[in-house]
T-cell receptor, first 113, second 116 residues
């Protein structure tokens, strides 16, 4: 596609509910990153994929967060048993290689009520 | 470890005035430095980046930034503000990707307000 596409754009979840956020990277991009942007803050790194391999998950805040990219293209970020502190914009970025310019999607705004 | 400090959560300028957004970084290795712009309900768009070489880098929309190692700074400037520049700006740092990839560490952002 022309850019990184994320869906849904907005998600409201009740506390305790599981959610799944989708990212479609730019076609051919090997690298995929997830970032979390809390209100009034800059984005913070969550996890990194090279093709289907999750090479870095050091930023995932708890074991309730899980990400996958099974075929090396589309990625899903799953949050189990959502908490209010999970409310944030989740940004996905992809790049041709891990050290080249990353292109960001519009993000998914998650609100946990 | 790396960190970024952006001075001023909000900066207000008049249309046609100089824009100066400040960014200081901390890095234990030679840094790569970036400025991103974020419009409401949009993702991040890269304005410019410094990796190696010339310390004055020019980006899109008339913005430029200068890497000053002695001051650990990477301030963003534009000679004349336009109404369309109103947005949030993020400075970011990453390490030289010897591991084959690099993650970005962002500042908290500066909201640029432009008045007529």
């Amino acid at each position: 596609g022309a850019g990184v596409s994320q869906s849904p754009r907005y998600k409201v979840a009740k506390r305790g509910q599981d959610v799944a956020l989708r990212c479609d990277p730019i076609s051919g991009h090997v690298s995929l990153f997830w970032y979390q942007q809390a209100l009034g803050q800059g984005p913070e790194f969550l996890t990194y994929f090279q093709n289907e391999a999750q090479l870095d998950k050091s930023g995932l805040p708890s074991d309730r967060f899980f990400a996958e990219r099974p075929e090396g293209s589309v990625s899903t970020l799953k949050i189990q048993r959502t908490q209010q502190e999970d409310s944030a914009v989740y940004l996905c970025a992809s790049s041709f290689q891990g050290d080249t310019e990353a292109f960001f999607g519009q993000g998914t705004r998650l609100t946990v009520v | 470890a790396q960190s970024v400090t952006q001075l001023g959560s909000h900066v207000s300028v008049s249309e046609g005035a100089l824009v100066l957004l400040r960014c200081n970084y901390s890095s234990s290795v030679p840094p790569y430095l970036f400025w991103y712009v974020q419009y409401p309900n949009q993702g991040l768009q890269l304005l410019l980046k410094y990796t190696t070489g010339a310390t004055l880098v020019k980006g899109i929309n008339g913005f430029e930034a200068e890497f000053k190692k002695s001051e650990t700074s990477f301030h963003l400037t534009k000679p004349s503000a336009h109404m369309s520049d109103a947005a949030e700006y993020f400075c970011a740092v990453s390490a030289n990707p010897i591991s084959g990839y690099s993650t970005l560490t962002f500042g908290k952002g500066t909201m640029l307000l432009v008045s007529p």
